[in-house]
């Protein structure tokens, strides 16, 4: 089993659309909890840390479930510019090592 | 304020030959970590060093690979005699790090623009 598991995609949805992305981590030790977007042969680029209370960003919300180790990112109003892969990542290793879900990969599309 | 510096952008070797990556932490950052991600896969771990210090290097192959980060200068990841396998991009991270009982935004890692290696 893998530590963090994505649904890999892809999403394909419309300008405006509200999508959800669900991601699941093994290691119940697992400290701190984010969501980074990566675009085509770019580097990871952090779009928010998971707060056990949930979090907003504009029109960003993550909440994180650690009964359930499960974290969530919903993003509102899509727009074209949101087309990436986002990234479930979770810290681990005594707070060294960022462990990296393969990503899901948004499309969205006017 | 400058980002995390990588350099080369691009690098071209052939089997055998040694690769030389850099890697300059953001200002304020004292704390390097090198990940690999290949061709359609995730990002993997590899080394985290603090200044002069090896502190988890669990991700990194135990031949060929080493890393260092000297009192003075950039992280340098070295891979001898490299092989068509090592092709990736190779990504480093910086992060200010806490003590443990800091809040969440405490670990977050900024990421370089990496380094793409090809081995012909």
């Known amino acids: 089993r893998k530590e963090v598991e994505q649904d890999p995609g892809p999403f394909n949805v419309p300008e405006g659309a509200t999508v959800a992305f669900n991601c699941t981590y093994s290691?119940?030790?697992?400290?701190?909890f984010f969501w980074y977007r990566q675009d085509c042969r770019k580097e990871p680029k952090l779009l928010m840390s998971v707060y056990s209370s949930g979090n907003e960003d504009g029109r960003f919300t993550a909440q994180l479930n650690r009964a359930s180790q499960y974290i969530s990112l919903l993003i509102r109003d899509s727009k074209l510019s949101d087309s990436a892969t986002y990234l479930c990542?979770?810290?681990?290793?005594?707070?060294?090592?960022?462990?990296f879900g393969t990503g899901t990969q948004l499309k969205v599309e006017l | 304020n400058a980002g995390v510096m990588q350099n080369p952008r691009h690098l071209v070797r052939r089997r055998g030959q040694e690769a030389r990556l850099r890697c300059s932490p953001m200002k304020g950052h004292s704390h390097v970590y090198w990940y690999r991600q290949l061709p359609e896969e995730g990002l993997k771990f590899m080394v985290y060093?603090?200044?002069?210090?090896?502190?988890?290097e669990s991700g990194m192959p135990k031949e060929r690979f080493s890393a260092e980060f000297p009192k003075e200068g950039p992280s340098i990841l070295r891979i001898q005699q490299v092989v068509r396998g090592d092709s990736a991009a190779y990504f480093c991270?910086?992060?200010?790090?806490?003590?443990?009982?800091?809040?969440?935004?405490?670990?977050?890692?900024?990421f370089g623009p990496g380094t793409r290696l090809t081995v012909t």
């Open positions: 060093l603090q200044k002069e210090n090896i502190i988890d």
């Open positions: 990542v979770v810290l681990t290793g005594g707070g060294n090592k960022l462990t």
């Open positions: 290691n119940s030790a697992s400290q701190s």
């Open positions: 991270a910086s992060s200010p790090r806490l003590p443990p009982s800091g809040a969440a935004i405490l670990y977050e890692q900024y």
